[in-house]
């Protein structure tokens, strides 16, 4: 693998496309670098498929430009020595074996065939490599699309919803592999319409709804912003606990007999007032906000993305 420590490994500006009626992409705009596993995260219909199209160079665009390496993917002499991608993990040849799926890929590529068992052993399906891929379960086939996307060594990986059909286990495994492309220097895109998957995977996150970013930013910077100032008190003078604290300034709300949130003053804070006021507790915890959470941050003033969000869609 060739690292590229200098330029993004994808570079998508203003990208437009319209189908009819539906403006699918409407000034999307973002990067992907090495080293860091970038979420591309939105509900469904954002946008994201049809943006990976376009770096792949399958869809046209009415505007807009997307490089990897500084250069459209259809310019490249050897595109899978630079990106490798999986879109449709459905899409393979029933009768074909994992094992001669990816020969006949790499053949075609001028890759080397013994790439194929190293990429066969690393996404874990050598004991299936010699069945149908058609009696793949949907994890298996994401596996094997994982694999065929490594063929080449690429610095630049991107996957849409690699998630997608994955039992516990398999997801666990997919979010440990993700993180080791990144540790091995490598870009990865990888697409979710649920945050939660790419809990403890991603390091920066593009939020996207209505064919354009919402936002682009740092998973630690996130969550740290959505923690801010929220504790979790656990308090058998509950009542007493709240007075002291509302009339500190804070915002509190009963969670249960014994439970309270607090926004708007630090931990320590809180234990020095309930202290000063003899008030006794148990428990003081900052609270850590999770992906889901910061999620709801950042689309409460999203009035378009809300309404791109079906459960919302007014009767
Ligand atoms: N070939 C097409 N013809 C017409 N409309 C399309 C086509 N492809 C995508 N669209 C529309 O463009 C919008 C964006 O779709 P896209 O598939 O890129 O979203 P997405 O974020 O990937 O969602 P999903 O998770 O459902 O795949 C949607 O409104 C979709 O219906």
Known sequence: MRPHPTAPGIVVAGLR????????LD????SVHPGQVTGFVG????GKSTTMRVILGLNA???????????PYRSLRQPLSHLGSLLDAAALHPSRSARN?????????????????QVIEQVGLASAARRKAGGYSLGMRQRLGIAAALLGDPPIIMLDEPFNGMDPDGIIWM????RSLAAQGRAVLASSHLMSELQDTADHLVLVGRGKV??????????????????????????????????AGATVEAIGPDTVTVSGLPADRVV?????????????????????????????????????TPAQVRR
């Open 272 to 308: 020095t007032l309930l202290r000063e006021s003899g008030v006794a507790f148990s428990e003081v915890s900052a609270h850590r906000a999770s992906l889901e959470d910061v999620y709801l941050e950042l689309t409460r003033e999203a009035v378009e993305f809300r309404a791109a």
């Open 101 to 117: 799926h990816l020969l006949w890929l790499a053949h075609s590529q001028g890759l080397a065939a013994r790439r194929v068992d």
């Open 43 to 46: 509900p469904n219909g954002a």
């Open 214 to 247: 919402i936002a682009d930013a740092g998973v630690a910077d996130l969550i740290a912003a959505a923690s801010q100032n929220r504790v979790a008190l656990r308090t058998m003078a509950r009542p007493e606990a709240m007075t002291v604290l509302a009339r």
């Open 61 to 71: 665009v009415d505007e807009g430009t997307a490089l990897i390496d500084g250069k």
């Open 17 to 24: 496309k319209r189908y009819g009626a539906t403006q699918a």
């Open 27 to 30: 000034g999307m705009s973002f």
């Open 175 to 178: 979010r440990g592999f993700l």
